[in-house]
């Protein structure tokens, strides 16, 4: 982004919002000091109005003043999600945003995600959910020990790592049925074929879709 | 500037919440040692010509109050934010490791010259006090002080765990202050003893504080002044320096 984040760490920082993993917060202080304090680290004086809006949008507004200590767990990471917006960061980054957090508040959150990221924010999000990375990710990126194995947009990942694969229940002559599992579209026609000059029925054809968690572990098996 | 003035203000209102806890405490100890001591001291013992025990032993017990509460404040702040993890916030912001120092130092200052300042008023009650050279004894106040702020975050970045600290505090800067001369003077120690106080950098602040008071002292001001601003300069240094490397805490 063209910030060094060591010669020229000051803009550097204020590209990013982090939202960490771990519930952490200051127990001395309400929501709104909470939101204050984060402004001024990011040298704003003046963001009462933005925080206002932040803590609307999360739902916050009705424990602005309530210790971060008294707040339930889902509250807590309402709140560092809005710590990480009030700089208004280009780039969030949300590390596992959703591990342990109800489905109400998973809902709302991805909603609001989906928002920032209309709002021309970049989002990146670290998860082990792989249909998460599915739904909402545009590019992924796979790590293995620390260190990247596959960066692609989503459908090309998909694509080039996993063929189709067609599961194909059938009706042989003498009555039995058998499950028939058939890789790629190119051996397709020829099955078929073979399947149609033994006299075998087709009862049900299904096309596998191929998700993240086959890329994925094709490509941490190998 | 802003995330300088916002980390001061945060640690100031950290402790200013549980002022019970961090002022009105340790004033209550400094009474407790001035009563206990003061009654069974006075009239069996003159320090200075012409100054009842008690009186020699207000002072003293102020700049004590200063120095160990600037300590408590940050280190402890610290780390509570290591521990709970809330450091964090401070790391990831664009806040330098030198405004990150000079803010944790400041806010020290502030609450140790505050609860120095609560035993001054409290103790005016029992004997009258007057400031012959207030300059000393401000300036010996704030570099003490800011000294021991800096010895806090010092302690505060090395420690892993929280008896690693209280190992420190009650290791290190309890008995450094306990026998730097803030109930007698070293004057009255063996040789030996007295040579060896002259190696704690505490005794020149109780010194050199106590100077203000009664214009007397067991070393000239000046150098106690030079020697306390001296230990300053270098505990700020490595303080500045474990802070630039990112030492604990950002590996």
């Known amino acids: 982004m063209g910030a060094d984040a060591v010669a020229d760490y000051r803009r550097a920082r204020r590209m990013l919002g982090v939202v960490p993993q771990e519930l952490v917060f200051d127990p001395f202080f309400t929501v709104r000091e909470t939101l204050r304090i984060q402004s001024g680290y990011f040298g704003l004086r003046d963001n009462d109005a933005w925080i206002d809006e932040v803590m609307a949008h999360l739902d916050l507004t009705g424990k602005a003043d309530a210790n971060m200590r008294s707040l339930s767990g889902g509250m807590k990471r309402r709140v560092l999600i809005a710590q990480a917006l009030v700089h208004k960061p280009p780039v969030i980054v949300l590390d596992e945003p959703t591990a342990g957090v109800d489905v109400e508040l998973r809902q709302d959150l991805w909603q609001f995600v989906r928002r920032l990221n209309r709002d021309g924010h970049t989002i990146v999000l670290t998860t082990h959910y792989l249909e998460e990375a599915e739904m909402h990710c545009q590019r992924i990126a796979m790590l293995k020990a620390g260190r990247v194995v596959a960066l692609d947009a989503t459908h090309e990942l998909l694509q080039r790592f996993s063929g189709s694969r067609i599961t194909a229940r059938v009706v042989a002559r003498d009555g039995r049925q058998h499950v028939l599992q058939i890789e790629g579209y190119s051996t397709l026609e020829g099955e078929l074929a073979r399947l149609r000059a033994q006299g075998v029925e087709i009862a049900d054809i299904e096309l596998d879709r191929p998700d993240l968690e086959d890329v994925f572990l094709r490509l941490t098996s190998s | ?251």
């Open chain 2, 1 to 251: 500037m802003t995330g300088f003035w916002t980390l001061f203000i945060k640690e100031l209102m950290r402790f200013i919440k549980v002022s019970v806890q961090t002022v009105a405490a340790p004033v209550l100890t400094s009474l407790l040692y001035l009563l206990i001591f003061g009654q069974v001291l006075e009239g069996r013992l003159e320090v200075f010509e012409g100054v009842r025990y008690t009186a020699f032993l207000i002072p003293g017990l102020v700049m004590m109050t200063v120095l160990q509460n600037s300590f408590a404040n940050s280190s402890s702040s610290l780390m509570q934010s290591k521990m709970t993890g809330n450091i964090v916030f401070v790391l990831l912001a664009p806040i330098s490791y030198a405004e990150f120092f000079w803010a944790y130092v400041a806010a020290s200052v502030v609450r140790g010259i505050a609860v120095g300042a609560g035993v001054m008023v409290f103790t005016a009650w029992f004997v009258e006090l007057r400031l012959v050279a207030p300059f000393w004894t401000l300036g010996f106040a704030l570099l003490g002080a800011g000294l021991l702020g800096a010895l806090g975050v010092l302690a505060g970045i090395v420690s892993e765990k929280i008896d690693q600290l209280a190992a420190f505090q009650n290791f290190v800067i309890l008995p450094l202050t306990m026998l730097s001369g803030v109930f007698y003077s070293i004057h009255s120690l063996p040789p030996f003893w007295r040579e060896l106080s002259h190696a704690n950098p505490f005794f020149y602040m109780i010194d050199g504080f106590r100077y203000g008071f009664f214009g007397a002292s067991d070393v000239a001001p000046g150098v106690s002044l030079g020697i306390v601003a001296l230990a300053f300069a270098m505990v700020a240094g490595i303080c500045l320096a474990l802070l630039k490397s990112g030492y604990k805490l950002r590996t």
